[in-house]
């Protein structure tokens, strides 16, 4: 997992920018400089060239050929795609301003709530107030604190699971989705309303709960699927409403599962409401009764902000962390200096704490290269231009559309969380859950491959969706390397 400064490897972190214009508006604008790049088809444009699986590979091999600026066609919507750390500078940050909203596409509308939640949101009043509720409600360092024993109790409980399979080979993804989730639910909704990491088909919640733990995580990864998917119909609007590949259906349909989770949610909130809530979802339900909002919250709008901070909180963390044990376990050596560090830093009587996270510097150093090698999101959601504007000494229409080494997004070789006015606002309590999860993993065991497995045989294959998730789940065997008791201690007491 060597850092290379060679862009080109940046593991596709490139922006793509459809321009939401057609093709005669932009031959007949007059002698502007327009980005190079290969002839489109008739209709098609230039879609037979992208691999609507996997289009962040398609676009990093074009962009290699045509150069850190170049502009296709998704049917009949020019897209200019810029691949190189400076062209990503231009327009996440000197023309952040411009690049500010979002377009108005399927997903946004139906899986969506109409573009009423977080992520989809056009730049607008409304999309003001929510980033203004993250960043001084919900993300504050005030309030992540206040979810520290959250994070210390389900690690622990984690640990404890990895312990009781040690000795056979697990699944991984496995139990880092119980993981992450666990956090997440009891951060947002103050309880878990699923199983313990070791019985996913009960409940551990004192409400009736009328969906189970791999139904939920069904809708989870069907939502990253969806959502980045390649929908003709945003490309070629004549066909939109035929709904070829039957992306809308099934939107529409994990929209009702969704609604159905998130109104018993709600409903078990309000019933143990408190002035002072701790979790987020309390917050949010007062703030609907804030008269000095600019914007009033609506039920359609909560639910569609806890639904993408629900789909946001977890598999990406999950699928994190699973990235980085798979390229650790692919080049051991790592490993043997990462378990140096813990036991000169840590030593072998206690588990990694978050205060620990500064000292562990390779450690963090794994976790930046695996989110260089695997970010979050190849191809971060759309922005869309709100003027015309000129990048490197290219013209850009207004209502163009852009998807897009410091982890905060102020350096752009790496921005696995966006950067801008979109940068996501909850990639400091992601970087706490992955790093100190990490640290935790590899300090509390060893790991092995299963069936005679070599390095050279694990499969680093991405699969589809909005986030980059592995192929194929990997496989392990761990042993405990810390004393035993340690792997029982599933309580924790903060200190006042």
């Not at 459809?18 to 007059?30: E, H, N, S, Y």
């Not at 008739?42 to 699986?53: R, Y």
Request: net charge positive; charged share 20%; aromatic share 10%.
């Amino acid at each position: 997992m060597e850092v290379s400064s060679n862009w080109g490897v940046l593991s596709f972190s490139f922006l793509a920018i459809p321009v939401a214009a057609f093709l005669f508006k932009i031959l007949t604008r007059g002698p502007h400089k327009y980005p190079p790049g290969p002839k489109p088809w008739p209709i098609i444009g230039n879609l037979n060239l992208i691999d609507s699986n996997l289009p962040h590979q398609s676009l990093h091999k074009l962009s290699q050929k045509h150069g850190p600026i170049m502009q296709l066609k998704y049917g009949s919507v020019p897209v200019v795609i810029a691949a190189s750390a400076e062209m990503a500078k231009q327009f996440l940050k000197t023309h952040d301003h411009v690049f500010a909203t979002r377009p108005q596409n399927t997903a946004g509308k139906y899986s969506g709530r109409n573009h009423s939640g977080f992520l989809w949101a056009p730049h607008g009043p409304q999309w003001r107030q929510w980033r203004k509720i993250c960043l001084s409600e919900l993300f504050t360092l005030k309030r992540l604190e206040c979810y520290e024993y959250i994070r210390v109790e389900e690690m622990r409980a984690f640990m404890s699971s990895l312990f009781a399979s040690s000795g056979k080979p697990i699944v991984v993804e496995s139990k880092l989705y119980c993981f992450s989730i666990s956090i997440i639910l009891r951060v947002m909704l103050g309880k878990k309303y699923f199983s313990d990491y070791s019985k996913h088909n009960t409940t551990t919640s004192t409400a009736a709960t009328t969906i189970q733990l791999e139904e939920f995580r069904g809708m989870l990864v069907d939502f990253l699927k969806l959502n980045g998917a390649f929908t003709i119909g945003d490309w070629i609007p004549w066909l939109k409403f035929l709904d070829l590949q039957g992306y809308v259906k099934q939107m529409k349909a994990l929209q009702k599962k969704f609604d159905k989770f998130l109104i018993l949610c709600l409903r078990n909130t309000r019933q143990i409401w408190n002035p002072k809530p701790r979790d987020m979802v309390g917050l949010l339900l007062e703030l609907m009764n804030d008269s000095s909002l600019d914007i009033k919250l609506t039920y359609e709008s909560v639910k569609g902000f806890i639904q993408d901070l629900l789909v946001a909180g977890t598999e990406t963390n999950s699928s994190a962390l699973e990235w980085a044990m798979s390229e650790l376990m692919k080049h051991p050596h790592f490993i043997e200096k990462a378990t140096e560090e813990l036991d000169k830093v840590i030593g072998r009587d206690r588990w990694v704490e978050e205060k620990d996270i500064p000292q562990l510097h390779y450690i963090e150093a794994i976790v930046k290269e695996t989110l260089r090698k695997h970010p979050a999101a190849a191809l971060i959601p759309p922005h869309a231009a709100l003027e015309d504007c000129n990048v490197g000494g290219e013209v850009l229409e207004g209502r163009s559309r852009m998807v897009e080494i410091d982890l905060k997004g102020k350096s752009f070789e790496l921005i696995p969380f966006g950067s801008g006015r979109r940068i996501c606002p909850g990639y400091g309590l992601a970087l706490k859950v992955v790093t100190c999860g990490l640290a935790n993993m590899l300090h509390g065991f060893n790991w092995s491959l299963p069936y005679n497995m070599k390095p050279h045989d694990i499969n680093m294959e991405e699969d589809k969706g909005l986030t980059t998730p592995r192929k194929v789940p990997l496989v392990a065997v761990l042993e405990p390397r810390l004393p035993i008791h340690l792997y029982h201690q599933n309580h924790y007491q903060k200190l006042d």
